[in-house]
């Protein structure tokens, strides 16, 4: 499925004349691995090369589409117990570390009710202290269910990011599970949602984990993002 836009100007630098499909492709079938996992805000490795994240509600999918995106089958560990992810793990993409040309971040899932206060205060703080301490942070992927659309949690998550001044971009999961007829209103509702958030990126791309549907249009998302900063 296309992604689809609201009714804003296109970026400003716009790198003609290439193929970000096919850029994508290699970039993401090249090398790719865990290289660090940080707990607490001083466990963070130090800056590096261009870093995107990913984040979501538990549960959403998104150690399934880390895989996807990546052709493995367990760069991210999957699992049917919400709030597994507890910490930030980091990836190179490209190459070793320190030579990768970017970072993928697999960011704590939040939402998790049966989590105690105590450990979502933690993972709170983590990812705040993250996302305004991070000049090499580019995006943040927020992954959403496509069967359920946007919640309140996904909101503050929104919220949240326009405060850090962050960039992110919406990412609905699960398109396999929703029905055709229904799809070009989820995608419709969520870019409504997005309209008032001052740092959402105006464009959403549905995507299926297990089909492989939107995985191509992320990945040259991706190269887009970097080819635009010159990186």
């Not at 979501?56 to 399934?64: E, H, Q, T």
């Not at 960011?107 to 990812?127: D, V």
């Not at 269910?145 to 405060?163: A, N, P, Q, T």
């Not at 799809?183 to 464009?203: H, I, N, Y």
Request: hydrophobic content about 40%; some cysteine.
């Amino acid at each position: 499925m296309p992604d689809q836009q609201q009714d804003q100007a296109p970026d400003p630098v716009e790198p003609q004349g290439r193929d970000f499909t096919e850029e994508g492709r290699k970039l993401f079938a090249g090398y790719c691995d865990f290289i660090w996992a940080a707990a607490k805000i001083d466990g963070l490795p130090p800056m590096g090369p261009p870093e995107i994240a990913f984040a979501g509600r538990s549960n959403v999918g998104k150690s399934s589409l880390l895989n996807a995106l990546s052709n493995r089958k367990a760069l991210a560990r999957t699992s049917h117990t919400p709030g597994r992810t507890q910490q930030l793990n980091f990836f190179a993409l490209g190459a070793e570390s320190p030579n990768e040309r970017m970072r993928l971040i697999d960011m704590p899932g939040y939402g998790y009710a049966a989590a105690s206060k105590a450990k979502i205060s933690s993972w709170t703080e983590l990812m705040r202290g993250y996302l305004r301490g991070r000049a090499t942070l580019k995006r943040v992927y927020v992954l959403v269910d496509g069967r359920h659309g946007l919640k309140d949690v996904d909101i503050e998550m929104f919220k949240l990011l326009d405060s850090c001044a962050v960039s992110y971009q919406v990412i609905l999961t699960k398109l396999d599970e929703v029905k055709k007829a229904d799809r070009d209103a989820r995608v419709a509702e969520t870019l409504a949602g997005l309209a008032k958030q001052t740092a959402a990126f105006p464009e959403v791309i549905f995507t299926s984990s297990q089909t492989g549907e939107g995985v191509p249009e992320l990945r040259a998302g991706v190269v887009r993002l970097l080819a635009q900063m010159g990186l």
